[in-house]
């Protein structure tokens, strides 16, 4: 470790308008204090606090506790006596005290992945002065059990003991509605809140066989160090991992002047968004709750009440509420405390103006007076990111270059996802119904614990609420229904983040975990059952709703076509039957970068024939059976180059190892042996003939067409009299022939030799030509150290880069599955290779091919057909390094066109 340097600001402070950071040290202070510090400077009201920096956090874990508490006291003693100052009280006074809350942040945010501990501060002794401060027992004490029970689950690790078990402190309050005879948190009278507390810490004293400490500022550091420790608990890693987060960013910790929305009906707290986080509409939303603390909005243990008269009202009809119903029983924030509204209204309208983003805030109303806590770029589904960044742009809010920006590429698959089959969707029958918490469709069968969420392929978890231990389970299913909980709750929220489909808050339903099942309306549901989810709706369906594919249109479409106006790199698709072709031409591909031919082999009336010529022992016998091959080759490609419509067309030779081609089985060895007429032997000593110690380095590529060269013959053939049938029809074509695994000039000119002679022959017997180019991929490290002899006669480049990534770890495609996994989970690797291209080690092949290919033809043309030419970091490496185009799967297209114009407007900043 470098020397540490004792000097420099390791906590900023904020508050009454001031801030030693900004929103644009966000590294530094974590997203969360970083906008902490933005709105103190703004204006906005938010409690004075101070942020302790990422850095810490790694200096935290490199030095450990002691000398980094050594490190930071001073400053952290002083930036608490500034709170005091701001706030009027002290720190473990007990006449008029000071509460804190300590939270963590990273640089981007991790719902519900860190922890939080509010209260802090109060003892036995201190309790007592801040009743009598707020003239408020009640209050007092009910902030005192919740400190204990947060810093006790927090700090203290008392967390329930298995997954069926609840909460232990819950389990206490349990114990007592039970015993009182009450249902709610806020029955319980002032004796209640006494007796929790003294049970709360006699539980804590039995568990960890220590008292619940009482020195608040025992209670701060241990806070803090729980915060730092949350950055390496399980959910924050898996998290980090999901979405590639790198461990060294660290989190901060944000310690702030308590505020309170416990104090009574005049307090109350919520969690508000600036534009729809589902839909994308630009409407003011949110919830909130009278006379509660942060974390029950989110917790879903009460229902939570709209922010605006419209919301609620919307609200109300989904949940089938009269509107007199509605107004006396759940009354918006907008109705029931109006100038409150007004004000924050003004905030969420300064605050998106001033991010210029769909902001997600917490606010905290205490005893009349208005608190922001937080705000952030909101989390938001595909279809919400699309209309957002649109909507800013025809509002004038930000440019093109900032909308196009303001996609997160990734999550535009969730609008290539499909959606019910509106048919299907007529006779479906609704068991229930739930808030829309997150848009889409989602079929799949009952799980009720997210640790086994994989038991089915297609499963739905179901919860009564859901907690950031369910992460990785929420993940794996396909969509999550609760039966608690609003539109902010924890499922809710981070169903959105994944864009997964999330049905919340449905009350009708009963589960019982114990039971693994679920009850509606007097019917039962038992794991394992199908149910379908709207997560746009709300709807709950029974059973398995039919679902169909989706098109680019509405403010998608038009996104897209800004995307064309700023993207200069090509993106073609890569599609192996016409049906793939028009998918992905309709998703604005502007070409096929790969067709394999090896998948038409394998269609039931071909695989014979091919079959046949893999047995022939003679070459007759073999150019017999290519005979019957080549119709249908051909055909495929007319297909093909229909659906493409003048755009190139890039084929690829057979690439892989004939082995794959034969029967594996007894039963179809014998079916084989029948039909040709041979011995069962025949047919086994064929297939072990064919067997390979290492195929994927073995009898391939064009190691098969140089072998073989009647199966390139016949490819070529299939490839020009497809295009001039289709030149008869008027339809133009511009086939581009590649040669796979080329690993030296001469394989490459062996094959051209054999393309050119067939194509000639062609053109003789057809009295007509086309054009065509022929090229090789470039997927053997050897090929891409000699790009510039290969360019010599290579018109065009295709980087395979599954090949090339295979070839330059050494990682058998096949087997990688084994290790990779382990790799990645000790950090060995970062990434998966195969999904995200090596840009320090393969990428050199890569940069490298290029420059060496372009030195010997400078206009050659350059592209990519591994399957990270779909993956976000590896478009853009490719745009940056200067290729005419990607090509990937056709689902993949929309995001590789995005990718395209966003690397283009970054290089040109
Ligand atoms: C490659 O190797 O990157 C490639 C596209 O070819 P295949 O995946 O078919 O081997
Ligand atoms: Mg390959």
């Excluded at 299913?477 to 983040?497: D, E, F, N, P, Q």
């Amino acid at each position: 470790m470098e020397v540490i340097d004792k000097v420099k600001t390791r906590v900023y402070r904020f508050g009454n308008k001031k801030a030693d950071g900004n929103s644009k040290m966000k590294n530094l202070l974590g997203g969360k204090g970083a906008n902490l510090a933005e709105m103190s400077s703004i204006g906005i009201p938010v409690p004075p606090g101070f942020t302790i920096t990422t850095e810490v956090c790694t200096e935290y874990n490199a030095l450990g506790q002691e000398e980094v508490v050594a490190l930071i006291k001073d400053e952290v003693e002083q930036a608490i006596d500034n709170i005091e100052t701001l706030m009027g009280s002290t720190f473990g006074d007990i006449d008029n005290p000071l509460l804190v809350s300590v939270r963590s942040g990273a640089r981007v945010s991790m719902p519900g992945m860190m922890d939080t501990v509010l209260n802090l501060g109060l003892n036995d002794e201190v309790v007592l002065g801040l009743a009598k401060k707020t003239n408020n027992e009640q209050f007092a004490w009910d902030s005192y059990r919740r400190f204990i029970q947060m810093y006790g689950g927090v700090v203290l690790g008392m967390k329930p003991a298995s997954k069926e078990d609840i909460d232990p402190f819950e389990e206490i309050m349990e114990h007592l509605k039970h015993k009182r005879g009450i249902t709610l948190d806020t029955e319980f009278t002032v004796q209640d809140l006494k007796d929790l507390v003294y049970d709360f810490k006699e539980a804590v004293k039995k568990r960890t066989g220590h008292d619940f400490p009482t020195d608040p500022w025992d209670q701060l550091w241990g806070a803090i160090i729980a915060v730092f420790n949350s950055w390496n608990g399980d959910r924050a890693v898996y998290y980090r991992t999901m979405h590639g987060y790198p461990a060294d960013w660290g989190t901060a910790v944000n310690v702030q002047a308590m505020v309170y929305g416990n104090m009574g009906d005049t307090s109350g707290t919520g969690v508000c968004f600036t534009r729809d986080a589902g839909t994308g509409e630009n409407v003011f939303n949110g919830e909130y709750l009278i006379n509660a603390q942060g974390e029950d909005v989110v917790a879903g243990v009460r229902t939570p009440q709209q922010i605006t008269k419209l919301g609620s009202q919307r609200w109300a009809e989904l949940a089938k509420i009269e509107e007199e119903d509605r107004a006396k029983d759940y009354p918006s924030l907008e109705e029931l405390m109006p100038s409150i509204f007004e004000e924050l209204n003004g905030y969420q309208d300064i605050l998106e103006k001033h991010y210029r983003d769909m902001q997600d805030m917490e606010f905290t109303i205490q005893d009349g007076k208005l608190w922001i806590l937080q705000t952030r770029n909101g989390k938001r589904t595909g279809a919400a990111m699309v209309k957002i960044a649109m909507d800013l742009l025809k509002e004038g809010m930000i440019n093109e270059k900032e909308a196009l920006l303001l996609i997160e590429p990734n999550k535009l698959d969730e609008l290539l996802h499909p959606i019910f089959d509106p048919a299907a969707l007529k006779r479906a029958h609704v068991m229930a119904q739930g808030l829309p918490a997150s848009p889409g469709a989602a079929t799949g069968k009952i799980v009720f614990f997210a640790d086994e969420a994989s038991k089915f392929k297609n499963s739905i978890l179901v919860r009564i609420e859901t907690s950031p231990e369910d992460l990785e389970g929420m993940n794996i299913a396909k969509g999550i229904l609760t039966a608690r909980g609003g539109m902010t709750s924890h499922a809710a929220v981070v169903a959105r983040g994944m864009g997964k489909c999330c049905v919340s808050g449905a009350g009708a339903l009963k589960i019982n975990y114990k039971t693994r099942t679920l009850t509606v309306n007097g019917h039962e549901y038992h794991e394992g059952d199908w149910i379908s989810l709207n997560g746009s709706t709300g709807n709950i369906f029974e059973g398995k709703v039919a679902t169909m594919e989706p098109e680019l249109s509405g403010e998608f479409a038009e996104l897209m076509e800004l995307a064309s106006v700023y993207g200069k790199m090509n993106v073609r698709t890569n599609a192996d039957t016409p049906k793939d072709a028009k998918v992905a031409r309709s998703f604005g591909a502007q070409g096929i970068g790969l067709t394999r031919t090896e998948h038409m082999f394998f269609e039931v009336d071909r695989i014979k024939a091919m079959r046949e010529m893999i047995l022939a022992d003679t070459v007759k016998g073999r150019k017999q059976a290519l005979e019957e091959l080549l119709p249908m080759q051909r055909s495929d490609f007319e297909g093909i180059f229909e659906a493409m419509q003048g755009l190139p067309v890039t084929i690829r030779l057979l690439d892989p190892p004939l082995h794959e081609f034969v029967p594996h089985q007894l039963t179809t060895q014998k079916e084989l042996a029948e039909e040709m007429h041979i011995s069962l032997q025949a047919v086994k000593n064929k297939v072990a003939e064919l067997e390979e110690f290492n195929p994927m380095l073995g009898h391939r590529g064009c190691r098969l067409g140089n072998t073989y060269p009647e199966i390139t013959e016949m490819q070529t053939r299939a490839i020009i009299e497809a295009a001039l049938n289709l030149k008869e029809k008027g339809i133009n074509c511009r086939p581009e022939i590649m040669i796979p695994l080329v690993g030296t000039v001469r394989e490459f000119e062996a094959q051209e030799h054999i393309i050119r002679t067939t194509a000639n022959t062609v053109f003789e017997e057809r009295e007509d030509t086309v054009d065509y180019l022929v090229g090789t991929m470039i997927e053997v490290p050897r090929a891409a150290l000699m790009a510039d002899a290969i360019a010599e006669r290579a018109e065009f480049f295709s980087f395979g880069t599954n090949d090339l990534t295979q070839m330059t770890f050494g990682y058998s495609r096949d087997d990688a599955g084994k290790f990779l996994p382990v790799y990645i989970d000790k950090g060995i690797l970062k990434v998966d290779p195969f999904e995200v291209l090596d840009q320090e080690g393969v990428g050199q092949l890569v940069k490298l091919g290029t420059e060496r290919g372009r030195s010997t033809k400078p206009d050659l043309k350059v592209g990519i057909c591994g399957e990270h030419g779909g993956e976000p970091s590896s478009v853009e490496f490719c745009y940056n390094i200067g290729m005419d185009y990607v090509s990937c799967s056709p689902y993949r297209v929309p995001i590789a066109r995005l990718v395209a114009a966003q690397a283009a407007i970054k290089a040109a900043q």
